[in-house]
């Protein structure tokens, strides 16, 4: 019997990874340099941490889509290691790459710190940490695995650290996902009660990253395989509504999200469950690729930019990290140009430079390390080893 073929991409659902890593950057400049004191911007931009989990479900939806029909051969050995392979040459070649920068960066300017006897950022009270156990750990990709209390050197690569967990869990997620709508409920119901004791018990709602983040990822994960199950029971149905019916679901759970991101208070608290269960099901309402947010995604720029979106995302540190030592570089805050402050001139346009740049940055590892890397991993690893004879 031949394999079941691969089923056809969302567009919709590659349009909408688009978004999200900018609002990381964002968040990630925004905690470390300061909210921008404008309330629908720092509204929106200090819950951006929590797109996360957007991420973790659209990967259990989309790898349960891709993969679901052949979960039998995943137990034979055979699927399951073509499956790691695939989801290695995904995410390591960008994660080493970074990985390798940085340390490049951290002799550079450990370097001319001791020369010009001006201290660097790698040897003052800075985060992520940088050690040699870390770097080891990071090559391993398990250094969120509860292992260190802290964040090290591509501290945004925590993320991948653990998707590399779940990958190596799936088959498990896909035994789960057979149950049909028992599973469909069962699995998404679960996966919010995990995020949902996260957000409670935690000191900063779902801000979980080096201790937990296994768990943040295996609760939205996990949510993300029951709404497959669920978008593939009720495709017969959806397929027969007009589009208009889409639409308004899309409507509704923007509306239903909007009011989590700006009607709830600021976020790192408890009530970040009531964000992330509306982020949750658009994964499942834009599944259809049809309805008016669906078109949206599916234009040119947004679908680039989900194609760049895991190298805006992972490259980001390297910039992060560089604009401290740029702003070593700054005038003091009250230097007057042309009769207004220089802290006032630079308040809006540094953080949208550093968005720009990681955009193109993205666009660049894109282009010349991820794909072509993917695909020089993917032939080399996936041959298969000559026949003897005996």
């Keep these: 019997m031949s394999a079941p073929s691969r089923p056809g991409e969302i567009k919709s659902l590659a349009g909408a990874r688009a978004i999200p890593p900018l609002l990381l950057v964002l968040y990630h400049f925004c905690e470390g340099h300061g909210y921008r004191q404008f309330k629908p911007f720092d509204l929106l931009v200090g819950h951006g941490y929590m797109w996360v989990e957007f991420f973790f479900a659209l990967s259990g939806f989309i790898l349960t889509y891709v993969y679901g029909a052949r979960w039998l051969a995943f137990w034979r050995g055979g699927a399951y290691r073509e499956f790691l392979v695939a989801r290695l040459a995904r995410l390591y070649p960008l994660h080493l790459a970074m990985l390798l920068y940085i340390l490049v960066m951290m002799i550079a300017l450990n370097g001319i710190a001791s020369i010009t006897g001006t201290p660097s950022i790698y040897e003052v009270a800075y985060h992520p940490v940088v050690t040699w156990p870390t770097f080891i750990a990071n090559l391993f990709l398990v250094q969120a695995w509860n292992i260190f209390p802290y964040l090290s050197w591509n501290g945004a690569s925590w993320f991948v650290s653990v998707e590399f967990l779940l990958c190596l869990i799936f088959p498990l997620y896909l035994t789960l996902a057979r149950g049909g709508w028992l599973s469909a409920f069962g699995l998404i119901a679960a996966g919010i009660a995990g995020l949902w004791y996260l957000a409670a018990t935690g000191q900063h709602g779902l801000d979980i990253t080096f201790h937990n983040g296994i768990f943040r990822g295996m609760s939205a994960f996990g949510t993300g395989v029951g709404m497959c199950v669920l978008y593939q029971k009720t495709k017969p149905f959806v397929d027969r509504l ?15 999200l909007g009011f989590g991101i700006f009607d709830n208070g600021w976020s790192h608290n408890p009530r970040d469950i009531f964000t992330i269960v509306p982020m949750l099901w658009l994964v499942y309402v834009l599944a259809f690729d049809r309805g008016f947010l669906a078109r949206v995604l599916d234009t040119k720029p947004l679908q680039k930019l989900g194609e760049w979106s895991f190298a805006i995302y992972i490259g980001q540190t390297v910039w992060l990290q560089f604009i401290r ?30 968005l720009a740049v990681c955009v193109a940055w993205g666009w660049l590892l894109c282009r010349y390390i991820e794909i072509p890397a993917n ?3 993917r032939r080399y690893l996936s041959r298969k080893p000559a026949t003897t004879i005996a």
Excluded: C, H, K, N
Excluded at 242 to 256: F, M, Y
Excluded at 325 to 350: K, M, N, Q, S
């Design 242 to 256: 007009p589009d208009l019916a889409l639409s308004a679901a899309q409507a509704i759970v923007l509306v239903w």
């Design 325 to 354: 030592v740029v702003e070593g570089w700054y005038p003091p805050d009250d230097t007057l140009i042309l009769g207004i402050r220089f802290a006032d001139w630079i308040w809006w346009p540094e953080p949208a430079v550093l």
């Design 375 to 377: 695909r020089a991993l």
